[in-house]
């Protein structure tokens, strides 16, 4: 029986002993950076879908239920960015019952959600774009995989208390540029609703958003009433997503001088660990600037007309 066992430690690669690696899906691109920063070398990370998708309109493929059936764990945004994964667990249900189960981690378990702008009884699902909801994310991230890998939890919560300490430091370094500024007077818009979260961590609001659903372009009477609230309420700043081509985005800003900065929404490239942090400085970059320019702007404006 022993010589048996060692047989099949030789077949599968392993030393005697031990066990293979916890296999964790995602379905998103800052999931990817958050498991691969808290398992390190001791898990596999596997997207459920190859780079390159649209998340709001994915349809599955073989391929990825054929991952789907390879993984122990599943971690999910589960509030609307990741309808597609859902789909893809029914069918694997469909087709096996019982016989492959997948635990399914649902990232935003502790985080506090908002709204959904445009969209009755639905949560704003944009919950990665922000470091404070991140932070909660890699924590409920970390203590699942501890307990379907009891032997790696402490190395996991580790891992994911030392990534929260860097997100948190990179934050404050930006923030201790805003101090002294007064930000009572700044109006943002934004493209969409993705930035909720992250503005709120510096106590700033959405005062319009212009797309009547993630993606859908404003109709003409649609785009003429965002002009006049933009102008009506001396709106001064316009966040937009990093590489969309919105094109009454460049109307809006010839027919009110609105300044555009761009977001990343950290759901496209390749699956990256370091995407999350590199792309969230660059947001914090981008917003600093946007802020520090308005209140400057305000400043004239107000010195002008005394």
């Known amino acids: 029986m022993r010589n048996f066992i060692l047989l099949l430690s030789v077949f599968f690669c392993l030393p005697a002993g031990a066990t293979a690696k916890l296999k964790v899906g995602i379905t998103l691109h800052p999931y990817y950076s958050y498991v691969s920063q808290i398992v390190g070398e001791r898990a596999d990370v596997i997207p459920l879908v190859d780079a390159g998708f649209n998340p709001h309109s ?6 990825d239920l054929k991952r789907l059936m390879s993984m122990d764990a599943l971690v999910v945004n589960g509030i609307g960015h990741d309808e597609f994964a859902f789909r893809a667990l029914e069918t694997l249900e469909s087709q096996q019952g019982d016989k492959h189960q997948v635990r399914i981690i649902k990232a935003n378990t502790d985080v506090p959600l908002l709204a959904a ?5 639905a949560w704003n699902p944009h919950t990665f774009v922000s470091i404070s909801a991140s932070i909660r994310q890699i924590y409920t991230i970390a203590r ?6 009891p032997d790696n939890a402490r190395f996991y919560r580790k891992n994911a208390v030392s990534f929260a300490r860097e997100l948190r430091q990179m934050r404050h370094s930006y923030a201790s540029e805003l101090v002294g500024l007064d930000l009572s007077k700044v109006r943002i818009a ?12 510096f106590g700033i609001g ?11 372009e404003p109709s003409a009477s649609q785009l003429q009433k965002t002009i ?13 997503e990093l590489n969309m081509d919105n094109r009454y985005v460049s109307t809006i800003e010839r027919a009110t001088g609105i300044r555009i900065y761009h977001f990343s929404h950290m759901t496209y490239g390749e699956y990256d660990p370091a995407q999350f942090k590199r792309e969230m400085e660059a947001n914090l970059k981008t ?11 305000s400043t004239q404006l107000a010195g002008a007309s005394s």
């Open 144 to 149: 699942t995989l501890g307990e379907l890998d």
């Open 117 to 121: 702008s445009n969209a009755q009884g």
């Open 58 to 63: 994915y349809e599955m493929q073989p391929a």
């Open 190 to 201: 934004s493209t969409h609703n993705a930035y909720g979260y992250f503005l709120q961590e």
């Open 228 to 240: 006049d609230r933009i102008r009506a309420a001396n709106i001064q700043v316009l966040f937009t």
């Open 287 to 297: 917003l600093v600037s946007a802020l520090k320019q308005s209140t400057t702007h």
């Open 206 to 216: 959405i005062d319009t958003v212009i797309e009547p659903a993630h993606g859908v």
